[in-house]
């Protein structure tokens, strides 16, 4: 490698030899919901299935990210699967019946993070699916518009992984991206959703706090509160009043109007989810970095409201910081059919549907402090949304589908991500089985096996 210290614009990296690590049948490059939940699939049909994770857990966003909490409900296959498996050893609640300024709505109940993390990888070993922990995906094997395999990085430096078909479940694209699929990067002015990093406090007077909150409905514009036990029993989002008082008494300005806490297992423990870093790039890593130490710095700010504001919290310390960045928004794969703001709102019907999701609208705004959440009637995705154009044997999963930004509100949620995950598993195992290509596979095969686990398909059969 040539380095001009006195003038370093680019670098020249020699070339190498790169050995193969494994040969597989389907790889999956991430491990967030979609892709854990489409690694399990493929490894459900018999094909030998390896995936690749940048951090030492699954789960992505739901368990390292603190999300915890899918918007919507889980209506079938895998993904329900999951969440049962959680309520049967504590590790999650009820589904939850919230009000919102425009009426009610469902939702399913947050987990406890750190259990869900034990349930996903049993499930994975379970299944036979091999994991590569704390590794990179840093390059596609493209012959001929033809997907062969990924290059990654860890600890063993740069190794390949070559399969059959490659799952995209990195949320960003990054694979198709690479590959040379053609993308639209957030708005139709490539402007994203905000990024946040979630926190945890803890020694929270729950019981305190759940009293406040049937108090002062007035100043909770979404709200669940249990009558029952107080673990996953709360999900209130507001404070706007509380919190422009508190921004006029520091001399201060903050970039939310609102912000959101929800209980997880037991008396003590409070998620939040405040901080909000608008107008940057969650693919730049100078935007990422320069993103989490705003939010660091915002996370000081909120864990001092609480504390000053909100009975319950007089004594209450953070007690966890999610090490990876929440970016909601970056690219739109164009795939063989683009979901619009018309199909997720007014549920258009497709042959090729792979899902019925029903999350809500959730739209943080671009470029202020508010946020657009509201409930819609079910929908469905087709299998034309996960299969990129141009390149062959990739399909998608997860919110980097193909979707425009207003339906991206709706998809990006977890029941969505995670059920487009569990299309893009079976429908590579259906390609290898049939020895044809992932975007010419009978939609049909793929429809039928995912009614044998329970998943609707269209919105009939939800009547």
């Not at 704390?134 to 190794?159: D, T, Y």
């Not at 042959?351 to 943080?364: G, T, Y």
């Not at 059920?419 to 049909?444: F, H, M, N, P, Y």
């Amino acid at each position: 490698m040539n380095v001009n210290a006195n003038n370093c614009q680019t670098i020249f990296e020699k070339a190498q030899h790169i050995p193969v690590l494994i040969n597989t049948d389907v790889a999956v490059a991430g491990a967030g919901p979609a892709g854990v939940v489409a690694a399990v699939a493929a490894a459900r049909q018999g094909v030998k299935v390896v995936l690749i994770e940048r951090f030492g857990s699954l789960g992505g966003n739901l368990t390292i990210g603190l999300s915890t909490k899918p918007s919507g409900t889980l209506l079938g296959g895998i993904p329900k699967e999951i969440w049962e498996k959680a309520r049967s050893i504590g590790a999650a609640g009820p589904d939850i019946k919230g009000k919102i300024p425009s009426g009610e709505i469902f939702l399913t109940s947050p987990c406890d993070p750190e259990l869900m993390k034990i349930i996903l990888i049993r499930m994975c070993i379970e299944s036979g699916v091999e994991i590569l922990f704390e590794c990179h995906v840093v390059a596609p094997i493209v012959e001929e518009n033809m997907l062969k395999g990924l290059i990654i990085e860890g600890k063993g430096g740069r190794q390949a992984i070559c399969g059959k078909v490659i799952i995209d479940a990195t949320a960003d694209a990054d694979v198709a991206a690479a590959a040379g699929v053609p993308f639209q990067i957030g708005s139709q002015e490539g402007k994203m959703q905000p990024v946040s990093l979630l926190f945890k406090m803890n020694n929270v007077d729950v019981k305190k706090l759940f009293q406040w909150a049937r108090e002062h409905p007035e100043d909770l514009t979404e709200r669940y509160i249990s009558d029952g036990s107080m673990s996953y029993g709360l999900w209130i989002s507001g404070f706007s009043k509380l919190l422009r008082e508190f921004q006029m008494r520091k001399g201060i300005k903050l970039p939310r109007e609102n912000i959101t806490l929800k209980t997880g297992y037991g008396n003590l423990e409070i998620y939040v989810n405040a901080t909000r870093v608008k107008e940057i790039s969650g693919l730049s890593v100078l935007d990422i970095s320069k993103s989490i130490m705003e939010c660091y710095q915002q996370i000081e700010t909120y864990a001092q409201f609480l504390h000053d504001y909100i009975p319950g919290f007089e004594n209450s310390y953070i007690n966890a910081i999610s090490p990876m960045l929440g970016v909601r928004e970056t690219r739109h794969i164009i795939g063989e059919y683009y979901l619009t703001s018309e199909d997720v709102l007014k549920g258009t019907h497709f042959w090729d549907s792979i899902a019925v999701d029903n999350s809500p609208l959730d739209i943080h705004d671009v470029s202020g402090s508010l946020l657009r959440f509201e409930g819609g009637r079910p929908y469905e995705i087709p299998y034309r949304c996960l299969v990129p154009q141009k390149i062959e044997q990739l399909l998608l999963a997860g919110r980097c589908i193909s979707v425009d930004h207003i339906a991206y509100g709706r998809a990006r949620n977890m029941p969505a991500c995670m059920s487009t995950g569990q299309a893009a598993g079976i429908a590579a195992a259906i390609a290898i089985k049939d020895s044809t290509k992932a975007r010419k596979i009978e939609v049909i095969k793929l429809q039928e096996q995912l009614h044998r686990i329970g998943m609707p398909t269209h919105l009939a059969q939800l009547d």
